[in-house]
C-alpha cells in the first residue's frame, strides 16, 4: 500500500501536467481576452534569427501562458481569492459605501508605449490593449464607489501649460486657412463621484480645461463641453467599468462642437440608438479585477444614421497600402467593449463620408474620440483620423498631401495632462 502510493504521487504530477500541456496545445484557442483587454498571444514561428535571438522562447513562454488550459477559470479564482483575504468589498446595493482605492502596477513598457513603431503583426500583439489604458498611466490606483470605478485626476497649471504650448506649436506650422478645432474631453469623477468622497484626492479637471483653453492661440476655436455634460448627468454618459464615455455622451459633445464647427446636427430623435446584446467589463476592470465591478457590467450603445454609406480605411505605416475596416465593429472583431468604435487606436484612418462639400478634416486624438468621430462622418467629405501615440508622419506634410483644411485636436484632460501626451505632439512637427 506505502509502495503505491509513493508510485502515485511520482506519477500524478507528471501526468498533470503532460494533461495541462496536451489541454493547452489542442483545445480551442480564444484570440482575445476579455477580461484583460487585449489579444492573445500566437504560436510564433520558428526561424534560425527568431531562435538564435531568444525572441523565440521568449513567444512561447507568453503563448503558452495565454492560452493555458480553464486560464480564465484560474484568474477569476484568483482574484476571488484576493478580494476575500485582501480587499474590502463594496456594497453594491449600499449607496453610502465610503469606497476603495486599488493600487494597480504598471505593466511592462510595449515598444509601442516607448514611441516605437508599431508590431508587424499589430492585431496579434500580446502588448497592444483592446481598450487602451495608457490615459491611466498618471494615476496611482483606480477609487471604486458604489460599484463604479473612478480616476483622480491630477493635472496642474504646469501640465495644462505644457499641453497648450505643444498645440500652439502646431498650429504655427499650419496655413493660416486651416481652421483649428481643440476639445478636451473630463472624466465621469467629475459628474458622478460625490464631492465629499474625494475632496482634496482630485483636482478639478473643469478648472483645468478652462486653463488649457486661455492658454491656446487665439486662431484655435475651442469648444466646452463640461457643462452640456452636467446637464445630463442622469443619463448613461460614461461606462461604470471603463474609463471611456460612453456614445451617449460623446453625442452631446457632438452637439457643441457643430456650432464651433459651423455644421447642423442630426437630432437624437433620429439617431437610431442600438444596444450590443452582451455585456461587458471594461479596462478599470481589468485593472482591478474588483468583484463589484464584476457584479455591474456596462453595455454598448451606438447610433450609425450618420455614416449610411461611408467607408472606412485604415493603415499600419505609411509603405502599406489602405486596408478596409469599420467605422463601428458590430461584430466584436475588438471585443465587445469601447474596441466597438473605430476598432483598435490604428496609427492611421481614413473615412470617406457619402457628402460632398470639400470639407477635409483631420482629427489628432486619443482613444476618447473614437466614439465620438462617427457622428462626424455625414459632415466632412473625409475624416483623417490620427493618433498621437502611433502616428507616423509629420502634421505639416500630411495636411498639405491630404488637401485637409480643417484639424481638430481631441484629448481626454487626463491624457492633455501627461508629459508623454505633450511631448509626442511636439514630435508630430519635427
Not at 449607496?95 to 508590431?119: C, F, Y
Request: proline fraction near 4%.
Amino acid at each position: 500500500m506505502k509502495n503505491k502510493l509513493i508510485i502515485f504521487n511520482v506519477i500524478a504530477p507528471f501526468v498533470l501536467i503532460i494533461g495541462i500541456m496536451l489541454g493547452t496545445f489542442f483545445s480551442n484557442k480564444e484570440s482575445i481576452s476579455e477580461l484583460e483587454k487585449r489579444k492573445l498571444a500566437i504560436l510564433p514561428e520558428l526561424t534560425l534569427n527568431n531562435w538564435m535571438s531568444g525572441i523565440f522562447s521568449s513567444s512561447v513562454e507568453d503563448y503558452l501562458s495565454d492560452h493555458v488550459i480553464c486560464r480564465n477559470s484560474f484568474i477569476t479564482l484568483s482574484d476571488n481569492c484576493k478580494e476575500l483575504y485582501n480587499f474590502k468589498l463594496i456594497s453594491p446595493v449600499n449607496p453610502e459605501s465610503d469606497g476603495v482605492l486599488v493600487k494597480i502596477k504598471t505593466t511592462r513598457k510595449s515598444k509601442m508605449n516607448e514611441g516605437m513603431q508599431p508590431p508587424k503583426d499589430v492585431p496579434n500583439s500580446r502588448a497592444l490593449l483592446l481598450d487602451t489604458n495608457q490615459e491611466l498611466v498618471s494615476t496611482e490606483g483606480i477609487y471604486i464607489y458604489d460599484s463604479c470605478a473612478y480616476q483622480f485626476f491630477g493635472g496642474s497649471k504646469n501640465s495644462a501649460s505644457r499641453y497648450a504650448k505643444s498645440i500652439n506649436t502646431i498650429i504655427s506650422s499650419l496655413s493660416d486657412s486651416i481652421r483649428v478645432y481643440a476639445l478636451l474631453v473630463p472624466s465621469s469623477t467629475e459628474f458622478f463621484l460625490p464631492k465629499d468622497k474625494y475632496k482634496g484626492k482630485s483636482k478639478s479637471e473643469e478648472a483645468n480645461i478652462n486653463y488649457v483653453y486661455s492658454k491656446l492661440s487665439p486662431k484655435i476655436r475651442t469648444t466646452n463641453i463640461y457643462n452640456r455634460l452636467a446637464s445630463h448627468n442622469r443619463e448613461y454618459l460614461y461606462f461604470k467599468t471603463d474609463h471611456h464615455w460612453t456614445a451617449r455622451g460623446a453625442y452631446y459633445a457632438y452637439l457643441e462642437f457643430s456650432g464651433t464647427a459651423g455644421f447642423v446636427p442630426t437630432p437624437l430623435s433620429e439617431m437610431k440608438p442600438t444596444f450590443m446584446k452582451s455585456s461587458f467589463l471594461g479596462s478599470l476592470y481589468a485593472l482591478t479585477r474588483h468583484l463589484s465591478l464584476k457584479g455591474n457590467p456596462d453595455r454598448i450603445e451606438y447610433f450609425d444614421k450618420n455614416f449610411n454609406g461611408a467607408k472606412a480605411y485604415f493603415k499600419m505605416k505609411p509603405s502599406e497600402n489602405w486596408k478596409k475596416t469599420q467605422i463601428v465593429n458590430k461584430k466584436g472583431e475588438y471585443g465587445i467593449g469601447y474596441g466597438v468604435f473605430l476598432g483598435i487606436d490604428y496609427p492611421i484612418m481614413k473615412i470617406e463620408g457619402s457628402v460632398k462639400n470639400g470639407r477635409n478634416l483631420m482629427v489628432i486624438k486619443d482613444s476618447y474620440a473614437n466614439a465620438f468621430i462617427p457622428f462626424l462622418v455625414a459632415h466632412f467629405e473625409k475624416i483623417f483620423v490620427a493618433d498621437i501615440r502611433y502616428f507616423p508622419y509629420k502634421i505639416t506634410s500630411f495636411v498639405k498631401d491630404n488637401r485637409v483644411n480643417e484639424v481638430l485636436i481631441m484629448n481626454h484632460v487626463v491624457t492633455a495632462n501627461s508629459p508623454f501626451s505633450s511631448n509626442k505632439l511636439i514630435k508630430l512637427i519635427k
